[in-house]
């Protein structure tokens, strides 16, 4: 496949062209960052048509358009996706190493744009792959941090945060759209005053405002023309200095709202699953939503005259309750600007806004007190406490003068307006992400509401994106996928499905084989260079690699880790398939177990690793500053997916995909999509352990159990722990990780010991693991295995998810674009 617009002499000619306009440069002296950034523009150029094709194929079809609401979007790199995209990689390539460059080491010269902290951004990045890909018109809406997820760096094996410069040397694929500049309005007070008919009107008054600007960057569809953009807001100050001015008022004012303009998209917050309640998260969440709905309604009003048709043409889905605001701030816009009546603007809002529940983690919930609330949204407050008064209503008349259901559903309560509350009860969808979590939220989390409303309650199961993570991060895979299926699959995931019939072909199985081994050695060197530590590409890789949450249970893994060190301490002579346990996880920056879990697994690779007396039978790596770069390398180094959450509490999981899709075998607790997973592939090929979620909850619901049972009749596990205080991995300071050995058996703040069941877990853990040594001593039969998982991974394609999302919630157009020759 061939894309004619890369066409290699021209393509190489426009890079040396933008090398002189952009730096002076020739190819001879310019450095690698010049040649990233006069390539990618070469690529944009490429792009820009597409853009604009698409634009008016949708001008022309005016197609129902999905905006996409989301605090985050963890893109990736855009060089190599878009290259893959545009079905040009090869020929780029060509052309790089004719010019005498290497197209892989030009890419890492892209920053790694980390809008996001995990799962949910991610997910909507996949999500706008696909969507651009099948045709649907869509737009990203989101934030534009000056610094994104922040930069990880280790040093004496502990977590240090460093400012992530992602625009240091500018985005090459963003364009700035100043025409669509709104203004932002927070605080100050509400006037009411009647127009001549006695209708009432909300005059805002005394308010702070900023400027919200727009950048687009292109979502490019892979071969198909199509192009979606991503638009994230900035942030400008209304009135600039007036220096002439001797209003102190005013000038004290001027410099409040500049402040407010830099601060308010200064940072990503660097929390995962949990809500620190912090004002300046509600003025970002704000200020993108009011900027992206406003500039929503005035593009369908260019083309519309009836503002009630608003549903037919678009659909806002809110990435968890993050983007909630858009519910009241719709209703101000409806009612305020366009002068519709209250139930005129609800039954608009209504058909118009749906919200997917991505957790149910009760420290992510996000509540908001009153006061902060009103006084910094004070319109968007009255709206929201007429919603919840009419709503409270209905649950009346559902349930007569029961205050328990009050208590349980209102919007605003004690003192606290529910984000979840006020996106289930206003939009017409709520979703879940995986149907075990579905499940959970309608019979244990959200049960009071899907009670009331179970027609808004459905499943989307997650997905990812096939194109960059197998067929751009395993490019030897996804070429033997190709030549034995065709490459229909890059499109129809279903279609990888036909591998099956490989699975006891033993060419097969030895090419499957040997692709993982290079990209063992691939990571191997990586680790190398980056840890100094020698690993041995024929030991089994067993990989833990997500967010750093002690729900996710990285130090189950580790734990056991020290206790085959212990085993293997003990019996020197005892059989051992050689082991890699490779971790890498960002800790938030004031989460302070999830911190020490990152020192004890340092200071556990440490000792191991420096061990002369086990012969390198056991490395421990710490990948640092894992990210969507070094991911992709990893999922398709990796034997072993380790996907140990406690049951019930990962939502969904995406990375067990990620690995699944590039022959990694699943070592997991029955949660989130790993349920999905096993019923793909079949239980003989993962390796499925621990508490079931009912049995999690069953013992919640009890008050816990108690692990001191565990500790004191279990020896293996008693040893493990007491080295956690008897400084056996921290000579020097014994008392370091004392926090995490009380996590485990001493009751905390008042909570329970051992909340995520890690003690109970833990002998189905260390079985289940000696069944992976033991199942990749058989080496075809791990093969047939490791086939068997990527032709199972069809489910599992966001285009897949999208398409549901697209025939049960959003029913889009889709369009169609041509080049001109
Ligand atoms: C307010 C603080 C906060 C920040 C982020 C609360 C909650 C979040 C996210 C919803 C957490 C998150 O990323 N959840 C993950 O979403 C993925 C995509 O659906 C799922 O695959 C993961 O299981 C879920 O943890």
Redesign the pocket.
């Known amino acids: 496949m061939y894309n004619k617009a890369f066409e290699k002499e021209s393509f190489k000619k426009e890079v040396k062209d933008n090398l002189k306009i952009l730096y002076r440069k020739t190819i001879e002296d310019a450095t690698k960052q010049q040649i990233f950034q006069a390539v990618s523009y070469a690529v944009k150029d490429v792009i820009i048509d597409q853009w604009m094709a698409t634009q008016k194929q949708i001008e022309k079809q005016d197609p129902k358009t999905v905006y996409y609401l989301s605090?985050?979007f963890l893109m990736g790199r855009a060089l190599g996706n878009s290259l893959i995209n545009e079905r040009a990689f090869t020929e780029v390539k060509e052309a790089m190493d004719e010019l005498g460059f290497d197209l892989n080491s030009i890419e890492d010269e892209e920053p790694d744009p980390a809008l996001g902290?995990?799962?949910?951004?991610?997910?909507a990045a996949c999500f706008l792959d696909s969507l651009s890909t099948m045709g649907y018109p869509a737009y990203g809406c989101g934030i534009r941090y000056r610094y994104g997820m922040f930069e990880q760096k280790i040093e004496n094996g502990y977590q240090l945060e460093v400012p992530d410069m992602w625009l240091k040397n500018g985005n090459p694929f963003e364009m700035k759209r100043p025409e669509y500049a709104t203004e932002i309005r927070f605080g100050g007070t509400i006037r009411v005053e009647r127009d001549c008919q006695g209708r009432e009107k909300f005059i805002q008054e005394n308010y702070q405002s900023v400027n919200a600007i727009p950048y687009d960057i292109p979502i490019v569809g892979y071969g198909n023309n199509v192009v979606n953009a991503l638009r994230i807001w900035d942030a400008e100050a209304i009135n600039t200095f007036q220096l002439d001015s001797f209003d102190k008022g005013d000038y004290n004012k001027a410099v409040e709202q500049q402040n407010l303009a830099q601060t308010i998209v200064e940072v990503l917050?660097p929390?995962?699953?949990?809500?620190?309640g912090k004002e300046l998260?509600l003025k970002q969440q704000y200020f993108f939503i009011s900027a992206s709905l406003q500039r929503a309604v005035a593009k369908f009003k260019e083309k519309h005259d009836d503002i009630h048709r608003l549903p037919e043409k678009v659909v806002f889905q809110l990435n968890?309750?993050?983007p909630t605001v858009a519910i009241p701030e719709l209703m101000r816009i409806l009612m305020d600007e366009e002068g519709l009546t209250w139930n005129e603007a609800w039954d608009i809002t209504t058909r118009a806004c749906a919200y997917?529940n991505?957790?149910i983690?009760s420290e992510?919930?996000?509540k908001w007190p009153i006061e902060l609330f009103s006084r910094l949204l004070p319109r968007i407050y009255q709206i929201v406490e007429e919603i919840n008064r009419r709503f409270l209503i209905e649950v009346d008349r559902r349930y007569p003068c029961n205050q328990e259901k009050v208590k349980k559903m209102a919007i605003i309560y004690d003192g606290q307006v529910k984000m979840a509350h006020l996106a289930i009860v206003s939009g017409f969808s709520v979703n879940g992400?995986?149907r075990l979590?579905t499940e959970i939220l309608k019979n244990q989390e959200l049960k009071d509401f899907y009670e009331m409303m179970p027609q808004k309650f459905n499943n989307k199961t997650?997905g990812i994106t096939q194109r960059r993570f197998l067929l751009h991060g395993n490019p030897m895979l996804a070429d033997w996928v190709t030549d034995h299926i065709g490459n229909d699959w890059i499109t129809d995931l279903s279609q990888i499905r036909k591998l099956a019939i490989y699975a006891d072909d033993k060419k097969a199985q030895q090419e499957v084989m040997n692709i993982k081994y290079q990209n063992k050695l691939r990571l191997a060197k990586y680790i190398r260079e980056h840890n100094g530590i020698e690993v041995d590409p024929r030991s089994i890789f067993d990989v833990q690699v997500k967010?750093l949450h002690e729900y996710k249970r990285q130090l189950l893994n580790i734990l056991h880790v020290m206790h085959l060190y212990n085993q293997l301490k003990e019996h020197p002579d005892m059989e051992f398939y050689p082991r890699t346990f490779i971790f890498g996880a960002k800790a938030a920056a004031g989460y302070r177990t999830a911190k020490l879990t990152i020192k004890l697994i340092n200071a556990v690779a440490d000792v191991i690793n420096n061990d002369k007396n086990i012969g390198g039978r056991i490395k421990v790596v710490f990948i640092e500053n894992y990210r969507v770069s070094n991911a992709e390398m990893i999922f398709a180094a990796s034997d072993v997916s380790e996907q140990i959450?406690t049951a019930s509490k990962?939502?969904?999981?995406?990375g067990n995909m990620k690995f699944m899709l590039n022959g990694a075998l699943t070592l997991g607790t029955m949660d989130?999509?790993n349920v999905e997973i096993v019923e793909e592939v079949g239980e003989e090929h993962a390796f499925i352990f621990g508490l079931s979620a009912d049995e999690v909850i069953r013992f919640e619901n009890q008050g816990g159990y108690n692990p001191m049972d565990i500790f004191n009749n279990d020896q293996d596990i008693r040893k493990v722990l007491m080295q956690l205080i008897n400084g056996y991995y921290s000579p020097r300071d014994p008392e370091l990780f004392r926090d995490l050995y009380d996590s485990l058996l001493n009751s905390r703040n008042c909570g329970r010991p051992d909340t995520y069941f890690i003690l109970k877990d833990f002998k189905a853990y260390a079985e289940a693991q000696k069944r992976v040594e033991w199942a990749y001593r058989n080496e075809e039969g791990w093969a047939r295995s490791s086939i068997l998982n990527i032709a199972g991974a069809g489910k599992f394609s966001s285009d897949r998810t999208i398409q549901e999302y697209i025939d049960e919630i959003w029913h889009l157009d889709k369009i169609r674009v041509e080049m001109p020759e």
Do not use: P, Q, W
């Open positions: 605090m985050e902290n995990g799962g949910l951004g991610r997910l917050y929390n995962d699953n949990h809500n620190a998260r968890d309750t993050h997917t991505h957790t983690m992510a919930l996000e992400v995986a979590h997650n967010r959450s990962e939502a969904s999981g995406t989130g999509a």
